[in-house]
């Protein structure tokens, strides 16, 4: 019979599997069903409507932003488009529900396989490229993609955006915030899960080892180009999922929403999470989304209360300035960001009273 453990006094692994498991003790399993249990049973019934609101924004944009750690923290390939293929994905989803009829359950994987070609195809530079100019050419990639959003209107009805029907599963209609958040949360423990055992696999460990050393890599005889071509592919399949989650449960979509500005966001989320993290692309989309919503109440208040139209187009880019300072304390005081602080955390817990 196994003998439980919940406070180890350190690492005693005798085999690789003992040492790649999830949880160290079963007070982390112990954890993580408290944890479901309070998502799924509780949080749904003790919110209102707007907080219920942004927490389904959370559970959406989480999963883009593990696709987009996936890619940048285990990978090392910079990108500047991930934005661009979260509305691809909320694009195909559309256009998949609206003229071709089918249902939710096709629809949304349906739109992150799309989204995950469009991927590999701006994932094409990285068998030359690397680093900055990577990066400008995957932003070269986000404003093609912006500019196909509004003028293929044949496809996609240019800025007047797409209206699309109600989604149902088995008969159930996910018009309610309350039942789409369970939709979206059961997706998002899926898509979780997924990432974590791909970091496990051996998919996994040549990501990490073209990240550290792609030379190196190359040398212990891993396919660099392919490799990159999947990491692009898994990422933008991750973004468009989310996408297609966002359009059905926003009903209407337009172009405007997956500019720059949202790859920028994507980008804070995993910097201020912390790079090469599964729980840090958690903890950072929390930490972005709602500072997003409190600087948005703050600008608007200050906006309304401001004398003169120059103080309103001073007040106008708060957003952006605390965006761009949070980054850069970040980046200064805490590089690993908050998954490291909340490693710190759980250690100190662990061993506990010897922590200090």
């Not at 692994?13 to 790649?20: D, F, I, V």
């Not at 309610?176 to 423990?189: E, G, H, K, L, Q």
């Not at 792609?214 to 399949?237: N, W």
């Not at 980008?267 to 997003?292: E, K, N, Q, Y």
């Amino acid at each position: 019979m196994r003998k439980l453990q919940f406070h180890p006094c350190g690492n005693f692994n005798e085999t690789y599997e003992r040492e790649l498991t999830i949880f160290e003790t079963d007070f982390g399993r112990l954890s993580m069903l408290i944890g479901l249990f309070l998502l799924f049973a509780v949080i749904p019934f003790i919110t209102n409507e707007y907080i219920l609101y942004i927490i389904n924004i959370i559970g959406i944009y989480a999963i883009a932003a593990i696709g987009l750690n996936l890619l940048i923290g285990y990978t090392g390939q910079i990108s500047l488009g991930h934005g661009a293929f979260f509305g691809v994905g909320a694009y195909a989803a559309a256009i998949l529900a609206t003229k071709a009829s089918c249902p939710f359950l096709i629809a949304v994987p349906a739109a992150g396989l799309i989204t995950a070609l469009v991927g590999m195809i701006f994932g094409l530079p990285s068998a030359r490229l690397k680093h900055l100019y990577l990066c400008i050419a995957t932003l070269a990639g986000q404003f093609i993609i912006e500019y196909v959003l509004v003028q293929w209107e044949s496809l996609t009805e240019g800025a007047e955006g797409i209206s699309i029907p109600t989604a149902t599963i088995f008969g159930i209609d996910l018009g309610n915030d309350r039942v789409f958040f369970y939709v979206i949360f059961i997706c998002f423990a899926v898509m979780t899960w997924m990432a974590v055992n791909l970091i496990r696999t051996r998919y996994g460990r040549a990501f990490i080892a073209i990240r550290d050393n792609d030379q190196a890599a190359e040398g212990m005889g891993i396919p660099i180009f392919p490799y990159k071509l999947l990491s692009f592919a898994i990422s933008s399949f991750y973004a468009g999922f989310a996408g297609a989650l966002f359009a059905y449960y926003m009903i209407s979509i337009t172009p405007e929403p997956f500019n720059l500005w949202l790859s920028i966001e994507y980008i804070a989320m995993i910097i201020i999470g912390g790079l090469g993290s599964i729980p840090g692309s958690v903890f950072g989309t929390i930490f972005i989304v709602t500072l997003s919503e409190i600087l948005s109440h703050i600008t608007e208040y200050l906006m309304n209360i401001s004398p003169s139209m120059s103080g309103a187009i001073t007040i106008a880019p708060l957003r952006e300035f605390v965006f761009g300072l949070a980054i850069i304390l970040f980046i200064i005081f805490e590089p690993k960001g908050l998954a490291e602080v909340w490693r710190i955390v759980r250690s100190s817990f662990r061993l506990w009273p010897f922590s200090y």
